[in-house]
């Protein structure tokens, strides 16, 4: 067979479309929206070589018309968990044995069927199920995904190359070998990216998946199958299931060849499924690899030297695109007492603008979010902050869930900065605000750090450098990725490896190389040209 030592294609950001009227791009995913909103799908599961339709059909409702349903997904059970790990061990050897150059193919061309004739179809997906708007879509759905596709690849290929030196007489090699037994992947409804990144990137390493995607991202995710059908991907190596998940986890980890667990999601489930994992550590074959990435209480801390409109406009977009549904949304803001009147006035000029609807209209810069629940929790953050003595709601508050799960972009002002929603994750459009004496930079660094269990995101604003410098030492353990004088949320892959500490997860950074190692087994191989016939070292003779 032919071999050869591959360069893979030049890898580079995708661009991110604009969707600005009269765009050719806006007209093409308008049109995709309206016919796939009238459409009834059925999604399956797909284990192996089937596409199972269990006839236990699970309603989807996009978030914003709840009344609306765009069509049913058929929910599995424990036996369909089972087969589906039988299926991706039937896989395996044939995957892993695969050159890694007909691997990465494989994903390449599914980045360009999402650059191209899919790119429409996955947004609009999104759009509908998670109810984003056609930017927020785009950077996720098309952009992210896409750039996960191809920066994997490149990643791969520089951990092949990382090679050990060689003595004179010997063939020193280290091969990157997949897991030995399954990988299990857990996915959230916020982002499409993620949600196919997961299982894409253990499989590009020659690992097996069993997948659960969230029931809150059905719609996104059967697009992700369809893209990953046509790429040419083998039946079996990404089995994706539709089960409950405590039961799906449950079996998972109690197999013998549960090999690993990459997971985004809750803090408290992660923990749930680390402590399963070591409660089955005498059933397993081997460690099995754990990486997590979890909750956040993302902050801005902004010194008195910052520029109020900077801060303002980081504000609103860190907190408020997709609703704050973002593991990385700014939830919790320190201001200094001496820039906060003109934040304040800043914030408000750009909140007056701000309209609330259904993505289809694009000028709506918030949708819903994403279920009965998510309403619910984030409009009790914000009733009790209009009762409280130590809180006040400064803008928006307004919740409306008659069509659509709609939240008003709030912000509340507390005079407590430990008060709840300054500390307890919200997940949804609520920022709250504390303002402090100028004079306590110092002591309010050290709050911003000790406030949360958390470790995702954090954002410092200052024009001054030495107090730059003192913020980025104060808060070095306060937050896996860092920004100054920008918004917490936007991570590009490739720019900004993506991922927290503490509580947020074990900061194994999607979008880089780090993550991709955690899927490899390292074998390393020592050839001696001419072996030693004579077990006596020169040491040994006599004088």
């Not at 059908?229 to 990404?238: F, H, N, R, S, T």
């Not at 001496?338 to 259904?358: C, N, R």
């Not at 002002?413 to 609520?430: A, D, H, Q, W």
């Not at 303002?435 to 470790?455: G, I, M, N, Q, R």
């Amino acid at each position: 067979m032919p071999k050869g030592i591959y360069q893979v294609p030049f890898v580079g950001n995708e661009p991110v479309k604009s969707y600005a009227p009269g765009s050719s791009e806006r007209k093409e995913l308008l049109a995709t929206y309206k016919k796939m909103y009238k459409e009834t799908i059925e999604v399956p599961q797909y284990i192996g070589s089937e596409e199972i339709f269990s006839g236990n059909k699970k309603e989807i409702r996009p978030p914003h018309d709840h009344q609306h349903i765009v069509g049913y997904y058929h929910a599995g059970q424990a036996s369909d968990v089972a087969k589906a790990i039988d299926a991706a061990l039937k896989a395996r050897k044939n995957w892993a044995d695969m050159s890694w150059e007909n691997r990465a193919a494989i994903f390449l061309k599914a980045a360009d069927l999402i650059a191209g004739p899919y790119r429409a179809r996955i947004n609009a997906a999104t759009m509908i199920g998670q109810s984003k708007n056609a930017f927020q879509a785009e950077i996720d759905a098309a952009c992210e995904y896409i750039d996960f596709l191809r920066f994997n690849v490149e990643f791969m290929t520089q951990i092949y190359a990382d090679q050990p030196i060689s003595s004179d007489g010997i063939w020193n090699r280290v091969e990157y070998r997949p897991l030995e037994g399954f990988t299990f992947a857990i996915t959230p409804f916020n982002f499409t990216a993620i949600s196919g990144n997961l299982p894409a990137s253990m499989a590009l390493m020659g690992n097996v998946v069993v997948w659960k995607p969230s029931d809150k991202q059905v719609y996104s995710a059967q697009v992700i199958m369809e893209v990953f059908k046509e790429a040419g991907l083998p039946d079996g190596v990404i089995n994706m299931i539709l089960t409950g998940g405590a039961e799906t986890a449950k079996i998972c980890i109690e197999h013998p060849d549960f090999a690993g667990l990459h997971f985004t999601g809750s803090t408290s489930v992660f923990k749930s499924l680390w402590k399963q994992i070591g409660e089955n550590i005498n059933t397993h074959k081997t460690y099995p690899r754990i990486v997590g990435e979890t909750g956040g209480k993302d902050f801005v801390v902004a010194h008195k030297s910052a520029n109020p409109e900077e801060v303002a406009t980081a504000l609103i977009r860190g907190a408020f695109e997709y609703q704050g549904q973002k593991c990385s949304a700014a939830s919790r803001a320190y201001i200094s007492k001496s820039l906060w009147t003109k934040v304040q006035k800043e914030m408000k000029k750009a909140l007056d603008t701000i309209t609330v609807g259904s993505p289809e209209d694009f000028s709506n810069f918030v949708t819903a979010v994403i279920d009965a629940n998510s309403f619910k929790k984030s409009k009790g953050y914000i009733d009790r902050a209009k009762k409280s003595k130590e809180a006040e709601v400064v803008f928006g508050g307004k919740c409306d869930d008659k069509v659509g799960y709609f939240i008003e972009p709030t912000v509340i002002l507390t005079t407590n900065p430990k008060y709840e929603s300054m500390v307890e994750e919200i997940f949804g459009p609520v920022l709250t605000i504390y303002v402090f004496a100028d004079k306590d930079w110092d002591k309010t660094l050290e709050l911003v750090d000790t406030t949360s269990d958390y470790a995702l995101t954090g954002a410092i604003f200052a024009k001054d450098r030495y107090v730059l410098n003192q913020g980025i030492k104060a808060l070095e353990n306060s937050a896996g990725n860092f920004y100054i004088n920008d918004k917490p949320t936007g991570a590009v892959v490739g720019q900004q490896p993506f991922g927290g500490a503490r509580a947020s997860g074990t900061n194994d950074k999607a979008g880089s190389a780090m993550n991709l190692m955690r899927w490899v087994s390292v074998r390393t191989v020592k050839e001696t040209f001419v072996p030693a016939k004579d077990y006596r070292y020169p040491f040994l003779a006599k004088d």
